[in-house]
Structure formats: structure tokens, C-alpha cells
């Protein structure tokens, strides 16, 4: 079974449209609880393709597993019915990122807080903090 930080190399064939495919490294970013009780688990894909996407975590030197994190393909995979092997374990720093970012993406935006009515959730990376695009700062939610 698969642990919170784990990065996994998995298949993630089949796939339709823009979902990311084929055997690849990922991120796991559902709790362990979940990965136990519902024997699946929440994973982001790692591609070495980085063009500066807000949404991106870069791996560092700590890691062998080398390209980003792209937190926007968040997909929940059955791991009993998909090829896959624990790689390493990623530093907790790079995982908060990812999670944080996770967050910004499904949090409950009050129209208030909507920018000009059509970006809802927009998320930029500044001094490490997760920021909207009106502002406010999103901190940890870990």
C-alpha cells in the first residue's frame, strides 16, 4: 500500500482527452487513512515537460524522480487494478506545496471573491505562500 508522500511510478492508461498517460512517476496526495480504508489513492502526475505553469511543483536534488508536479491533473486511481511501484519518499516541504495548491484548486470561492466574475481560483506562488488572485493568502491548511 502506498503512503502520503510516496512517489509511485504508475500506468495511467487508459486515459481520454487531456488526462495524462502512460507509465509515469506520481505524487500520492490522499492520507494514508484513505489509501487503507478505500484501497485507492489520490496521485498527481510528474512530467519533466516544466513550462512554468503556477501549478507546477518542481522536484529538487532531494529526489531521484527529476521533472513537476502538475497538481491540476489531481486523478484518483484504483491501485489494486494498476501496475505500480513505490520509487521514493518525497521531502514534506514539496508535498505541502502540492497539497496546498490542491486546496486553492477545490476551495469554495464566495462570489465576493471572484475576480471580474469569470476567475474564481486563479493561484500564484509568491514568497511561498499560496496566494489568490485578489490577495488573500490561503496559508497552510495541512
Not at 6 to 24: C, M, S, V, W
Not at 72 to 84: C, F, G, I, P, Q
Request: aromatic share 4%; with cysteine.
Amino acid at each position: 500500500m502506498v503512503n502520503q508522500g510516496d512517489i509511485i511510478k504508475i500506468d495511467f492508461n487508459p486515459q481520454l482527452g487531456h488526462e495524462t498517460a502512460g507509465y509515469r512517476p506520481a505524487l500520492v496526495v490522499s492520507t494514508d487513512v484513505y489509501n487503507q480504508r478505500t484501497r485507492m489513492a489520490m496521485v498527481c502526475p510528474i512530467t519533466n515537460t516544466d513550462n512554468q505553469f503556477p501549478l507546477h511543483v518542481s522536484l529538487d536534488s532531494r529526489t531521484k524522480t527529476t521533472g513537476v508536479v502538475m497538481c491540476e491533473h489531481l486523478r484518483s486511481v484504483d491501485l489494486a487494478k494498476r501496475n505500480y511501484r513505490i520509487i521514493e519518499k518525497a521531502p514534506v516541504d514539496l508535498l505541502e506545496r502540492a497539497v496546498d495548491i490542491i486546496y486553492a484548486e477545490m476551495e469554495i470561492i464566495k462570489p465576493s471573491q471572484t475576480l471580474n466574475n469569470s476567475v474564481s481560483a486563479s493561484i500564484i506562488e509568491e514568497n511561498d505562500e499560496i496566494l489568490d488572485l485578489t490577495g488573500q493568502d490561503r496559508g497552510k491548511h495541512i
